[in-house]
C-alpha cells in the first residue's frame, strides 16, 4: 500500500487526537488557508495547504513533470493521468511507489475524480468544460496550469510551488532557467552569429491510419523556441486556427525553410525520418538536400512539448541552427547535468532511465 494511504491515516489519526484535545477544553492553532491565482487568472482559496493533489484530464504529463520538480510531490501527488507516450512513465523512475490504483486514464469523468478525495485538481485550461466546471459544481477547487511557453512555465511554476508549501524550491528552477537561457541568449547575440534561418517545425501524424503532416498555432511554444533558438519560423503567418493546422507538400515546397524540425509524438522518429528520406518528393526540398532535417530528441517524451524538458529542447535547436556561434550540444553531459539537477537523480538512475531511451538527432 503506497505511503499516501500511511499519511492519510496518520492525518486521521491526529485529528481524532486533536478533536478529543478540544473536547477537554485546549486550544486548536487555526489553520492558515491558501489562496493561487491559476492559469486562467482566477484566485482559487483552499481551506488549508492541500495534502492529497489529483492531476486530471488530457495533456497531464508537463504538468506532472512540472510537479515532479518539488520534493512533496511524492507525499502530495495522489493520483494522476497515465503519462505514457509509448517509452515509459517518468514519474515512474521518479516515484516507483506510485502505480495501481493511483494511475487512471485521461479520459476519467468527474465522479470518478471526486472519488479520489482530492484537495484540489491541476489540470490543463482546455479542460475547463468538459471537466474542470463539473468538479467546481461538486465542491471541487480546480487549479488551472499551461506550461505552454517559458514565460507560462514561470508563472505556474510559481503556483506549483504554493500547491507545495515551497515557494523557495519554485525561485530555485527558475533562477536555472533563466541563467541557462540568458547564457545562451548571449552567445547567439554574438556579431558572428550571422544571419537566422528560415525554420520549419513540422508534426508527423498518423492518427487512424492517415498520415498528415502539422505545424503548431504561432502562440505555441514550439514556435517560440525557434524564435529563442535564433531561427525564422516560416509558418506563423499562415496559422488561423488555434490548434495544429495541416499542410501538404506544394506548401512546405512554397515555404523552402532551410531548415526543418520534425516531431512525431507517439511512432520512432528515426523511422519516421528514414521514411521521408527515402521519399523522392521530399529529396527535392532543400532542407533535405543540406543534410537539415532533423528529428527532435526524445527520452520518455519527445522534448518540443511544454514540459520541463524545454530548455534542453532549446539548447539543441540552437546549436543546429547556429553551430558557429551556439555552445555544442553534447547530451552525455546535457542530459545528466538536467536530469540531476531538477529531479534530483542519481548517475545509476540517469543511465538506465533516461541515457538508455535517448534518441534523436545530436
Not at 482559487?44 to 520534493?71: C, K, N, Q, S
Not at 501538404?248 to 522518429?269: K, S
Request: hydrophobic share 45%; proline share 7%.
Amino acid at each position: 500500500m503506497r505511503r499516501r494511504v500511511g499519511t492519510f491515516l496518520f492525518t486521521l489519526l491526529c485529528s481524532v487526537v486533536v478533536t478529543g484535545f478540544l473536547a477537554a477544553g485546549g486550544q486548536e492553532e487555526q489553520a492558515t488557508e491558501l489562496s493561487v491565482v491559476d492559469a486562467q487568472g482566477r484566485t482559487v482559496t483552499l481551506p488549508v495547504m492541500p495534502e492529497r493533489i489529483v492531476v486530471a484530464g488530457r495533456g497531464a504529463i508537463p504538468l506532472v513533470d512540472a510537479a515532479y520538480l518539488f520534493p512533496e510531490a511524492k507525499e502530495h501527488l495522489f493520483s494522476m493521468v497515465l503519462c505514457d507516450q509509448g517509452m515509459g512513465t517518468f514519474a515512474a523512475a521518479l516515484d516507483p511507489d506510485f502505480i495501481g490504483e493511483n494511475i487512471f486514464d485521461e479520459t476519467i469523468g468527474p465522479e470518478d475524480v471526486v472519488a479520489q478525495r482530492p484537495d484540489c485538481v491541476l489540470m490543463k485550461s482546455y479542460m475547463a468544460e468538459t471537466l474542470g466546471n463539473p468538479l467546481e459544481q461538486l465542491g471541487i477547487p480546480v487549479v488551472y496550469l499551461d506550461l505552454e511557453s517559458p514565460e507560462q512555465f514561470s508563472r505556474d511554476v510559481r503556483i506549483l510551488g504554493k500547491l507545495f508549501g515551497n515557494p523557495g524550491r519554485a525561485e530555485e528552477v527558475l533562477t536555472w532557467y533563466e541563467d541557462e537561457t540568458a547564457a545562451l541568449a548571449d552567445a547567439l547575440s554574438g556579431p558572428s552569429a550571422g544571419e537566422d534561418p528560415r525554420v520549419l517545425f513540422l508534426y508527423r501524424s498518423a492518427k487512424g491510419g492517415t498520415v498528415s503532416f502539422n505545424v503548431p498555432p504561432a502562440g505555441w511554444l514550439q514556435g517560440q523556441l525557434v524564435l529563442k533558438a535564433g531561427g525564422e519560423p516560416v509558418w506563423t503567418a499562415e496559422m488561423v486556427g488555434q490548434g495544429w493546422m495541416k499542410v501538404g507538400l506544394e506548401q512546405i515546397a512554397r515555404w523552402d525553410p532551410e531548415v526543418i524540425f520534425l516531431t512525431d509524438y507517439f511512432n520512432p522518429l528515426e523511422e519516421v525520418k528514414a521514411d521521408l528520406l527515402s521519399d523522392l518528393a521530399w529529396k527535392e526540398f532543400r532542407s533535405v538536400r543540406e543534410g537539415r532535417l532533423y528529428a527532435f530528441p526524445s527520452d520518455f517524451y519527445v522534448w518540443d512539448q511544454p514540459d520541463t524538458r524545454w530548455l534542453l529542447a532549446l539548447k539543441w535547436m540552437a546549436s543546429k541552427l547556429h553551430p558557429e556561434v551556439a555552445p555544442v550540444f553534447d547530451p552525455e553531459a546535457e542530459v545528466p547535468d538536467f536530469f540531476e539537477t531538477l529531479y534530483g537523480m542519481d548517475g545509476d538512475s540517469i543511465e538506465g532511465e533516461v541515457m538508455s531511451r535517448l534518441k534523436g538527432d545530436f
